[in-house]
């Protein structure tokens, strides 16, 4: 293992990207000081989370749940893998999750929430505002579906995250708000949601290229199923639930799978064994409701869509759940 094993790369030429794929182009300039980093660096290295936070676990040897057969087959065992991540747009829009990174001179902006056509209002389980979010960052979907914003102080190690997120005014409104502090073990208070359904960090579960270009994913890879295979509950470090059923057929958020050991990577290319080691060595880790086995990732202009298709080779067959442990229910 590396040390310390839980860095990721964070370039100037990504957040330049990033930026550029915004969908409001004319924000107050005097709200977005550099954001690359006070020294205007190429680079930037950041910690996501102590080596002993559970998102930076080690689980190529952990035991297999008695009951991984049963929830591969509920979920589809053809089913394969999709990369929800690449370059270019779709239908307008980037492909996958955008991030910016931020200093400790970004002016903080208020965050107000509601509720609107897509979702409820989740301010009851969200941390307030406001959040040193540049007025011009970049929304997922450009405001269309989850419309997640995330923001990276590359300062001080913190993540901001909103979903169901609009830019109005001189701040953002949204569905539900979290931070994470990037230098501790810490967790969201149970039964809170966060901007992922599963009450996790989203940034910190994504494929992101700096990743590809440094070699290594060391961490769990974020993906989706329907709600009728998800399991009314979660195990440890997710902290919240969607409504569904209770059965040894279904999988809870925060549930992980692994890819098998001897499944052999050798035909891919070198990128996507790079992601592929990661599923070994760290899984899968069930974060939210959608479409079955898609993962999650940041756009990058390097991104090549069509080998990142090439995954779609690895069936769901070929992977494990991992022993869940105890499952938190619905009081």
């Not at 999709?82 to 270019?88: H, I, T, Y």
């Not at 590359?154 to 994470?180: K, T």
């Not at 080998?307 to 690895?314: A, F, G, P, W």
């Not at 992977?319 to 869940?324: C, D, S």
Request: hydrophobic share 35%; aromatic share 10%.
């Amino acid at each position: 293992m590396k040390a310390p094993k839980s860095y990721i790369l964070l370039t100037f030429f990504v957040s330049v990207f990033i930026f550029s794929c915004s969908s409001d182009d004319s924000s107050d300039d005097s709200n977005n000081p550099d954001v690359t980093g006070t020294d205007l660096s190429d680079t930037e290295d950041i910690q996501l989370f102590p080596a002993n936070h559970p998102l930076n676990l080690d689980i190529s040897n952990s035991p297999v749940d008695p009951n991984s057969d049963l929830i591969l087959s509920n979920i589809g065992l053809t089913e394969h893998l999709f990369a929800d991540f690449g370059s270019g747009l779709y239908q307008g829009s980037p492909i996958g999750i955008p991030y910016v990174v931020v200093n400790n001179n970004q002016p903080n902006v208020p965050i107000s929430f509601r509720a609107n056509g897509y979702d409820g209002n989740y301010g009851g389980e969200s941390d307030q505002g406001p959040f040193p979010i540049p007025l011009d960052a970049p929304i997922e979907g450009n405001g269309a579906g989850d419309s997640h914003v995330i923001t990276v102080n590359i300062e001080n190690g913190m993540l901001y995250e909103l979903y169901n997120a609009d830019q109005v005014d001189n701040g953002f409104e949204a569905s539900s708000a979290a931070v994470f502090n990037l230098n501790t073990v810490e967790f969201r208070p149970d039964g809170w949601t966060s901007a992922d359904a599963a009450g996790l960090p989203i940034f910190p579960l994504l494929v992101r290229y700096p990743e590809i270009e440094k070699g290594e994913i060391d961490h769990p890879i974020r993906f989706t199923i329907s709600r009728s295979k998800i399991y009314e509950g979660y195990v440890h470090p997710a902290r919240h639930l969607v409504s569904g059923a209770t059965s040894n057929e279904l999988l809870p958020f925060g549930g992980r799978l692994r890819l098998k050991a001897d499944y052999d990577i050798s035909s891919f290319s070198e990128t996507n064994q790079i992601i592929l080691r990661a599923m070994k060595k760290y899984g899968l880790m069930l974060a939210d409701v959608g479409s079955d086995m898609f993962i999650t990732g940041a756009p990058n202009e390097n991104w090549d869509n069509d080998d990142l298709r090439n995954l779609q080779q690895v069936l769901l067959e070929n992977f494990e759940v991992i022993e869940l442990g105890p499952i938190t229910e619905a009081n």
